[in-house]
Each structure stands twice: as structure tokens, then as C-alpha cells.
């Protein structure tokens, strides 16, 4: 488990203005990575660091001399269009990266006009997906989430009895994950109504979103080694946002007896920010499990995660419909939930992976699963918002959804924030819904 250092220093300020207004993401306490380039422009993709409403094109900054011949190493893999070798390089080499950039960006600091030319403004830039994700598994760990929709199809027993032992998942599809800003179409797929003899082949009705956490791995296993619980978040690299869209009656109709398949693999929507385990230090909250409930086996439990396995990190799903948008209106919010109220942590999550022996690579990808509070205003997909389609909820200009419709937007959005700390935020993961092909 990482300690707070002199990056945390909540009184820090930059000399990049921007950085210090409250209400940013990116204060100096965050540094979260990238991966841009400029609009308009063919240069290559390569990575940077947000800082209030700029980005440090860490590149350039290195060749501009603003960082010690020591670092060399590092900052070259930096240079390439995903952070995959970076991630690899383990939390010294992370940390060591970090510490620097603080200094270079804090009022008073050296070389600040060497390092202000390399900056770039944030609303000029396109961003790509910032790893190459080679294995995305996507888990299921709000028991909120998991008791709700249990209800809906098993009233008397909502939660299957392994629910409370494991961390369930399931593995995913990584090569329709894109970067926020993207459209997509509405997916087709086999429906069955309860009443009909035949499926037929048709666009999905019930398009849903699901507000998750993105889990980047960050140095990797060796196949055939287990990663132990105390050692699980030096292989984790950062958190960013994801949302994992899924087509509820593509995936009622299909997902007896191996799970979910084309009602989820058309399309998962990330923020293009990673933010460090180092910058969540601040952020973290004992992780607990009630009396009356089962508790870990060995392997899934210890002190440290009680004392601080969970993370406090607000999230926030946002609608925009397309009347909304044709009147100039901003989008609305419909449900704030938080990723400490997760039923297993994300180091349970990545022990558990391990423990048969499977190996992690460097860029892979963990969904949280949906994010869902205990309160109708703080679930994290439509399916429990409307009980299933039942009851639609209603939206301030008059429009009412019990799934999404085509021109809809969907933006999550995640920030940290406490009495001793400052807020930092997660940038957003936005996408919209164009008709079916």
C-alpha cells in the first residue's frame, strides 16, 4: 500500500493557473496519463500529463531538458502511442516519474519556460484509448447491483450462493473499447419474446448503460504464479472510468449457459485519463464486510485491506437526449454512486485472477462491474433505475426513458475529494447512440 508523500501536499499550487481552480480534475495533487496528439495534425500519438486545462507533452519535455539524465529510461517509453511499456515498468518507476513532475509544475519551480512551451491545451487535442488492452474482464462487485437485479428475475433469491465467497467476472471483448467522444451504432441481435416460439434477428430495444471503474494492471505475473493480497495493487497501475453499454434483451435471450456475448462485445467506453494509485493515496477507506455475512477466505482477506483496501471515488452517470442538446440544454444527472461501496476490492480482484495461476499483462483491463448504490438515486444502469422497464424515470425537461433511444449521450463521471485532501477528477467517459445499421 502506497504512503502519502510531498505530491499530496494539499497546499501544493502550480504556475499553471488553471491547475488551481477547485472545481478542476486535474489540481497538481492529480498528474493523471494520456495518450494525444493535436488536432489537425499527423503527428504520432504519444503520452501526456493533465494539469488543470493543459497536458505536458512528456516527450517534448524530455527533449526541452526539463527532467534529470536519470530518468532517460523511462521518459522514452513515453514517447510511444500507448503507455503499455510505462505501465510495465512497476510503481518505483512510476513514483520516481511523478515526484518530478510535481517539482517542475509548482510555483517557484525551475526551467518553467522550458516546460510551458511543451505544454498543450486540452481542447486541441484527440485522445486514443491509453493502453493497448490485450485481456479486458469484466467483474461484478456491487452487491447493490447484484441484489437488485437478482429480484428482478429471482425474487426469492436474488444473490446465488456464490456471490459472497467469490469475485465473480467473466472474460470480455477488448477490440470494440474505445476512448470517450466516440459514436456507436445500436447493436442487432437475437430477440425472443416470452410469448413467441422463434427468436428473430432485430436491433436491440432495451440499450442500456452500466457505470463502472476501469482497473489498468500496470507490471504483470508470470504464468503460473499467484499475485498474494498484500502485494495485489503494485501490479495496478491507475483507475479511470468505463462504461461497459449492454443490450438487455440480446443478453436475456443469449446468456443461459455461458454468460453474456453480442449483448456486450459491441461496444465499452473508457475516459482517456488513467489516475494513479499514488494520486488515489489520500482517497482510501477501510474496506468491510458485515458480521452476518460470510467472510473472505484467508487468501482474500488481511489488515491491510480492512484498513484501507476500498477507495471514496464519486460517480456520476449524466443523460443529454437528443432534444436536450437541439434546445441547447446540458445534460442531466441521474445517479450518484461511490466505488467504496464495492462488495470486493481491487485487491481481491486481482488475487483472485491470479490465484489459479493465470498471468496479467501490462495494459489489461478490469471493469468493476456496476456501480450501484443503496438508494434509487444511486444505481448504475437503467435495468434497476426502471425495474426492469416498468417504471420509467423521468427527466427535468419531460422526457422520460425506460432504456436508452437513439441520439442519447451517456457521460460517467468520477472525482475524489475530502476535508484533507483536494479534489481530483477522472476527466469523463461520454458516447452517443446513433440508429441500428
Same mark, same amino acid.
Given at each position: ?192 419474446? !416470452?410469448?413467441? +416460439?422463434?427468436?428473430? %434477428? ?5 440499450? =442500456?448503460?452500466? #457505470? /463502472?471503474?476501469? &482497473? ?81 477466505? !484467508?487468501?482474500? +482477506?488481511?489488515?491491510? %485491506? ?5 477507495? =471514496?471515488?464519486? #460517480? /456520476?452517470?449524466? &443523460? ?118
Amino acid at each position: 500500500m502506497l504512503n502519502l508523500n510531498e505530491t499530496h501536499n494539499p497546499k501544493l499550487t502550480s504556475w499553471v493557473a488553471s491547475a488551481n481552480d477547485r472545481k478542476t480534475d486535474f489540481p497538481i495533487q492529480n498528474l493523471p496519463y494520456s495518450i494525444f496528439r493535436r488536432k489537425g495534425q499527423s503527428e504520432a500519438f504519444r503520452a501526456g500529463v493533465a494539469i488543470g486545462d493543459q497536458i505536458v507533452d512528456l516527450k517534448a519535455a524530455h527533449k526541452a531538458g526539463v527532467f534529470p539524465v536519470g530518468l532517460t529510461p523511462t521518459l522514452k517509453t513515453l514517447y510511444k502511442p500507448r503507455l503499455n511499456k510505462f505501465m510495465s515498468l512497476g510503481k518505483d518507476a512510476w513514483s520516481e516519474l511523478r515526484l518530478h513532475l510535481s517539482r517542475a509544475l509548482r510555483e517557484g519551480a525551475d526551467k518553467i519556460t522550458q516546460l510551458e512551451a511543451c505544454l498543450v491545451s486540452q481542447s486541441q487535442v484527440d485522445y486514443k484509448v491509453p493502453a493497448r488492452i490485450g485481456d479486458y474482464t469484466d467483474f461484478y462487485t456491487s452487491i447493490h447491483h447484484a441484489t437488485n437485479v437478482g429480484k428482478l428475475f429471482r425474487p426469492d433469491n436474488p444473490l446465488l450462493p456464490n456471490y459472497q465467497w467469490v469475485p465473480i467476472g467473466y472474460h470480455g471483448r477488448s477490440s470494440s473499447i474505445r476512448v470517450s467522444g466516440h459514436e456507436f451504432h445500436r447493436p442487432c441481435g437475437q430477440l425472443k419474446a !416470452p410469448d413467441a +416460439d422463434t427468436p428473430i %434477428l432485430a436491433p436491440c430495444k432495451r440499450l =442500456d448503460y452500466e #457505470l /463502472e471503474v476501469g &482497473i489498468y494492471i500496470g507490471k504483470g505475473n508470470e504464468l503460473g504464479s499467484a499475485i498474494a493480497l498484500d502485494n495485489a495493487e503494485d501490479h495496478v497501475f491507475g483507475l479511470g472510468l468505463l462504461n461497459d453499454w449492454s443490450a438487455r434483451d440480446i443478453q436475456a435471450w443469449e446468456y443461459q449457459p455461458l454468460g453474456p456475448f453480442l449483448s456486450k462485445s459491441f461496444a465499452s467506453t473508457v475516459s482517456p485519463w488513467i489516475v494513479t494509485m499514488e494520486a488515489l493515496t489520500p482517497y482510501r477507506d477501510n474496506w468491510s464486510r458485515q458480521e452476518s455475512h460470510p467472510q473472505p477466505l !484467508p487468501y482474500l +482477506d488481511s489488515h491491510d %485491506l480492512r484498513n484501507s483496501g476500498a477507495v =471514496d471515488m464519486h #460517480l /456520476e452517470i449524466h &443523460i443529454q437526449t437528443a432534444a436536450m442538446r437541439a434546445e441547447g440544454m446540458p445534460s442531466e444527472r441521474v445517479a450518484l454512486s461511490n466505488f467504496n461501496q464495492s462488495y470486493w476490492s481491487i485487491s481481491q480482484m486481482v488475487t483472485h485472477h491470479t490465484v489459479n495461476g493465470c498471468n496479467l499483462k501490462a495494459g489489461d483491463l478490469f471493469g468493476s462491474g456496476t456501480m450501484s448504490g443503496p438508494n434509487a438515486d444511486s444505481v448504475g444502469a437503467l435495468l434497476e433505475a426502471t425495474a426492469g422497464g416498468r417504471e420509467p424515470i423521468m427527466l427535468g425537461h419531460g422526457e422520460k426513458r425506460t432504456f436508452l433511444e437513439d441520439g442519447d449521450t451517456v457521460t460517467l463521471k468520477g472525482y475524489c475529494n475530502n476535508d484533507n485532501a483536494p479534489r481530483i477528477g477522472f476527466g469523463e467517459a461520454s458516447a452517443r447512440v446513433l440508429p441500428a445499421v
